[in-house]
């Protein structure tokens, strides 16, 4: 069982809720932006360059929507953690992540010290 207080899991679940129903829309109003995905957006005549500016954009925006989807993802597998009861330990080293960086980093992982060997190596 996780050692967190209750109430602290609770206003983290809350964040992170919050933060997943923002994130859906992101990715849903991406989906309206890209020009592949949303015909109404794509140019009536095919003039050149019309192409690669679709290209550009679709890129651009399939890049902005992977990290969105992997920051959904790591939201959901917080959330997972919370039901199962182990949220709030470290992947690595089974720890108990610090509460203050759970309070500001609700899809942490690891603790700081694995965190901190991560970026090192
Ligand atoms: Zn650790």
């Known amino acids: 069982m996780s050692n967190?207080?209750?109430?602290?899991?609770?206003?983290?679940?809350?964040?992170?809720?919050?933060?997943?129903?923002?994130?859906?829309?992101?990715?849903?109003?991406?989906?309206?932006d890209d020009p592949l995905m949303n015909k109404d957006l794509a140019p009536e005549a095919s003039e050149s360059g019309t192409d690669s500016w679709m290209a550009e954009v679709h890129a651009r925006l399939s890049s902005l929507k992977g990290d969105l989807l992997n920051f959904s993802?790591?939201?959901?597998?917080?959330?997972t953690n919370m039901k199962k009861g182990t949220y709030g330990k470290c992947e690595k080293c089974g720890q108990e992540i610090e509460i203050n960086r759970l309070e500001a980093?609700?899809?942490?992982?690891?603790?700081?010290?694995?965190?901190?060997?991560?970026?090192?190596?």
Not at 73 to 79: E, F, M, T, V, Y
């Open 4 to 32: 967190l207080p209750q109430e602290t899991i609770i206003k983290i679940k809350k964040v992170l809720q919050k933060k997943k129903a923002s994130v859906e829309k992101q990715i849903a109003e991406i989906d309206q």
């Open 105 to 121: 980093l609700p899809t942490a992982t690891l603790c700081l010290t694995c965190s901190k060997k991560k970026k090192v190596s």
């Open 73 to 79: 993802a790591r939201i959901s597998n917080a959330l």
